[in-house]
Structure formats: C-alpha cells, structure tokens
T-cell receptor, first 110, second 112 residues
Framework: NAGVTQTPKFQVLKTGQSMTLQCAQD?????MSWYRQDPGMGLRLIHY???????DQGEVPNGYNVSRSTTEDFPLRLLSAAPSQTSVYFC?????????FGSGTRLTVV | GQQVMQIPQYQHVQEGEDFTTYCNSS?????IQWYKQRPGGHPVFLIQ?????EVKKQKRLTFQFGEAKKNSSLHITATQTTDVGTYFC????????????FGKGTLLTVNP
C-alpha cells in the first residue's frame, strides 16, 4: 500500500546544481503530475503525464524537465537550480477522479 | 486562463464553532474537488462534486456545488482540533480533467 513515493524528503542545493526528484506509484495510474507549493500560492502544476512516453507542460514549467519511460515512475529534473525554485514539491498520481499525493520533497536552493 | 479563488485565506475559530470556506471559478466547471492538507503534510482528497446544485455530506463536513457550477463551499459543523489544516478546492482547466487548477486554500486553525 505504498501509493506514491517521493524521494528525497529534504534536499539543499547550491545555485547552478542539478538534481532529480524521484516519484514512483504502484496504483497503475496513467496520469501523474508534479506540483510546487509556495506560501500563499497554493499548488501550481509544473508538468504532467497522461501515460508512458507522454508529457506536457503545466502552469510553471520553466527550469524543469520530466520524462515518463514507465507507468510507475515520473522523475522531475532541475537543470540548473535557482533560489526561486526553493519550494515544496509534490508528485501526484490519479485515476480520472481523485489525486493521490506523495509526502513531498522540501527543496532549498542557496 | 482559468482562475480559482478561495475565501477567506485564513480562519481562526474556537472549538465547537462552525466554519465555511468558499471557492469561486472564473469559468464553469465540469466538476470540483476538495482537498485537505494538515500542517507539514500533503494534500488528501476529500470529495468530488459533479452535478449542478449537488450537496454531499461527510460526517460534520458539507460540500455544495453551485447551480451555475462556478462556485462551491465547504462547511464544517462544530469544529474540532482535528479539523486544523488548509482546505483547497480544485477544478479542471483547459477542458481536461487531468489538469487541475487549485485555489490558494483556506487555513483553518482551531482554538481548543
């Protein structure tokens, strides 16, 4: 009953570094998405995927890349970290209705 | 683009008081979803409303979808400390049920 697993839970990066946030789901959902959450801003969609091999941009895609090689995994890559990317990142997996969120990755870019 | 607005941004109540948060969309929605996020936690799905004028209850929580399908509300009767958290509404955007636009949420705190 893992649901959606995100790693790492916490990360500190230096400006300019790259990293990958991992997300895996075991519910066989076709749809997966990445959100970032900033104080007072709610949840904003970064990228999403409607199935293996298919990805698309959300509301705030700049500075992030995604790929979907399998149904289970949907990693989010930060190409060159910037302080503006300091945030809490949530991965979500969904059926046609509800989204199941992972526990989040708290990222700080210094 | 579509906007989903929630009011109030914050609400502090005494335990036992009622609480209501309102959600308004700039466009007609095919459905609306509600999520709860406890402090330090992740959003958890509460409910989805689909029909115009729909009202659904979950114990002390009452959810309503407006007749025009552009607004919704969540009402909690007799709040408890376990109700503390941020409540988000979310609606599909761009005609896709897969892309959700979230409101900024209402943070509820409860004084015991």
């Amino acid at each position: 009953n893992a649901g959606v697993t995100q790693t790492p839970k916490f990360q500190v990066l230096k400006t300019g570094q790259s990293m990958t946030l991992q997300c895996a789901q075991d519910m066989n959902h076709e749809y997966m998405s990445w959100y970032r959450q900033d104080p007072g801003m709610g949840l904003r969609l970064i990228h999403y995927s409607v199935g293996a091999g298919i990805t698309d941009q959300g509301e705030v895609p700049n500075g992030y890349n995604v790929s979907r090689s399998t149904t289970e995994d949907f990693p989010l890559r930060l190409l060159s970290a910037a302080p503006s990317q300091t945030s809490v990142y949530f991965c979500a997996s969904s059926s046609q209705r509800e989204r199941t969120f992972g526990s989040g990755t708290r990222l700080t870019v210094v | 683009g579509q906007q989903v607005m929630q009011i109030p941004q914050y609400q502090h109540v005494q335990e036992g008081e009622d609480f209501t948060t309102y959600c308004n969309s700039s466009t007609t929605l095919s459905n609306i979803q509600w999520y709860k996020q406890r402090p330090g936690g992740h959003p958890v799905f509460l409910i989805q409303l689909v029909k115009s004028g729909e009202v659904k209850k979950q114990k002390r929580l009452t959810f309503q979808f407006g007749e025009a399908k552009k607004n919704s509300s969540l009402h909690i009767t007799a709040t408890q400390t376990t109700d503390v958290g941020t409540y988000f509404c979310a609606g599909p955007s761009g005609g896709s049920n897969y892309k959700l636009t979230f409101g900024k949420g209402t943070l509820l705190t409860v004084n015991p």
